[in-house]
């Protein structure tokens, strides 16, 4: 590669990933309402409270996590001028992010988790189900301020004599409201646990006058077994399942249907290429190994493993078969893609196939890792750019981007992000040239074929939220990736989505007052690293600076 076009590459991710930097403050949940508590000192307040409540036995068991308040920004968006509600979530009673705790006699196994979905392989709020007495669920905003409450009481209970009364000031002083700001009112939301003693309030809180809350409490023999402060941005859940966006029921109705296609059709090339004796199936064997070994350790730094050998090998086994089920996805589609995609678009596999040979020092391995590490930077910083417009004009049904709450766990955790971001820009990378290559057989076209499948890629990429802001937004995400597989090939598009995954996945920041900040400049340095690789590897022993030379 010339010096002048490495230079132009290089400054390029550089400069994205300034204006990252700067956008992520303006439509970012962590930057417009920053985590000023770490999540161990969110996690004492939560055994605070319940010591308080009178669950102060040790557990043999306990977990935390963040989750995001997604109805809650969804109203925020819908309901008031973003101007406003965008610079007021630092000071929010209710703003993005929600911590849970959960405790238990018994050990926490989780029943579900897949890779496909962030690889949620840990403890959540009903999984495992609330059913031993004695487990409890504590659910803070990130002041430390209970939101909602759940225990379990005990499973026999012969007392004759008569409960006490409850406090329920104890409730309203964990959660920081006051209690004479809020009116008794009439039953309506029923607990989701056994009671003999139930109230109900109606009022608001003085952060947020205006903001109608209401306030459900439960109670068995004294001792208070539910808490939940709802606005009126709260549903049913319990009554019928929420019904999901149109876009996002299309995108996951495509998804499936593109699955399931590729399944198909890689069965029926894959054969055709063992039979005639083609295909590279030793490339095709060592990347499904790879992303297999990758998604078994995600799970292993991602989920809630317990010292428990029978539930352990449980949730292993479980986790396995989808390792394998993607393991054989990949060699699957490799295996019938190569030969054709070697023979129609050569330059595709070629840098890609020398990473994984080691030549790690190919001056193409670091052409592709430069240009993808570019337009990952891009294409990311074009979706801060997205959510952060709402901090400057008033755009109505856009909530600030977040990210996977697993990032903000303990150090093993944040490391699964690597790697989980690894193995998806692997599946990525081949169910995009699948989606490619498939749509070509049916077209006969390079060009219809690009376009089909630049549209079926936006429909599952774009968000749900304001179609008239995001669309075009996800339209140039996509054709830059698109083009950056055609031009520079598979190795080049994996880098962009890893880049990608890891911005978006990572509490971007470079204020360094805040306890995520390290993860922050980390994350920062290693994709400044990744694209000096491929700056000083492109060039291939040329002088930085191209002919200019000093005289001694």
């Not at 944040?414 to 498939?438: I, R, Y």
Request: hydrophobic share 50%.
């Amino acid at each position: 590669m010339r010096p002048r076009t490495a230079w132009l590459l290089l400054s390029g991710t550089l400069l994205a990933l300034c204006a990252i930097v700067v956008l992520a403050r303006y439509g970012t949940d962590w930057g417009l309402a920053p985590l000023e508590k770490t999540p161990q000192e969110l996690e004492a307040r939560a055994k605070d409270i319940l010591r308080d409540l009178g669950y102060s036995s040790s557990p043999a068991d306990t977990a935390y996590w963040f989750s995001r308040d997604e109805d809650c920004m969804d109203y925020r968006a819908l309901h008031e001028p973003s101007t406003r509600w965008y610079r007021s979530l630092a000071t929010a009673e209710f703003g993005p992010m929600r911590f849970w705790y959960r405790q238990s006699a018994r050990p926490l196994v989780p029943l579900t988790g897949d890779f496909l979905h962030g690889g949620d392989y840990d403890v959540k709020e009903n999984d495992p189900p609330l059913e031993p007495p004695g487990m409890a669920t504590a659910n803070l905003n990130a002041q430390g301020k209970l939101l909602g409450f759940r225990a379990v009481p005990p499973q026999i209970d012969d007392s004759v004599a008569s409960p006490p009364k409850t406090n329920w000031g104890l409730l309203f002083q964990a959660a920081g409201l006051d209690q004479t700001r809020f009116a008794p009112a009439a039953p309506k939301w029923v607990p989701p646990v056994p009671f003999d003693d139930r109230a109900e309030w109606d009022g608001s809180s003085t952060l947020e006058p205006s903001l109608p809350l209401h306030v459900t409490a439960a109670a068995y023999r004294g001792k208070p077994v539910y808490f939940d402060v709802t606005g009126p941005w709260t549903r049913p859940t319990r009554l019928q399942d929420s019904p999901s966006p149109l876009g996002d029921t299309v995108a996951s109705s495509v998804f499936v249907l593109l699955i399931f296609a590729l399944l198909a059709s890689g069965v029926i090339f894959a054969r055709r290429n063992i039979r005639m004796g083609r295909g590279d199936r030793r490339g095709a064997f060592q990347l499904s190994l790879f992303t297999g070994s990758m998604t078994v350790f995600v799970w292993h730094l991602w989920g809630h493993l317990v010292p428990d050998l029978q539930s352990y090998f449980l949730m292993f086994v479980r986790a396995l078969g989808e390792s394998l089920f993607l393991a054989a996805f990949i060699w699957l589609s490799y295996l019938a893609l190569e030969p054709y995609v070697r023979r129609r678009w050569p330059g595709v596999l070629i840098s890609w196939a020398r990473l994984s040979s080691g030549k790690f020092r190919d001056p193409l391995v670091g052409r592709d890792v430069l240009a993808g590490a570019m337009v990952g930077a891009v294409a990311t910083g074009l979706g801060e750019l997205e959510f952060a417009l709402p901090y400057w004009t008033d755009i109505r049904n856009v909530t600030p981007a977040w990210l996977l709450p697993v990032s903000l766990g303990e150090a093993w955790r944040f490391a699964g992000v690597f790697v989980f971001s690894l193995a998806f820009c692997v599946f990525a990378g081949l169910l995009n040239l699948a989606l490619l290559f498939l749509v070509r057989v049916v077209v006969r076209k390079d060009w219809l074929a690009i376009g089909i499948a630049a549209v079926v890629l936006t429909t599952l990429t774009r968000s749900p939220e304001n179609i008239l802001v995001d669309l075009p937004i996800a339209t140039v995400q996509v054709t830059l990736t698109l083009f950056v597989l055609i031009r520079f090939g598979l190795l080049a598009f994996a880098t962009s989505v890893f880049l990608t995954n890891l911005i978006n996945l990572t509490p971007i920041t470079l204020r360094l007052s805040y306890w995520y900040a390290g993860r922050s400049l980390f994350v920062l340095l290693f994709i400044v690293a990744l694209a000096l690789y491929g700056f000083r590897t492109a060039l291939a022993g040329r002088p930085v600076f191209g002919n200019l030379a000093v005289d001694d």
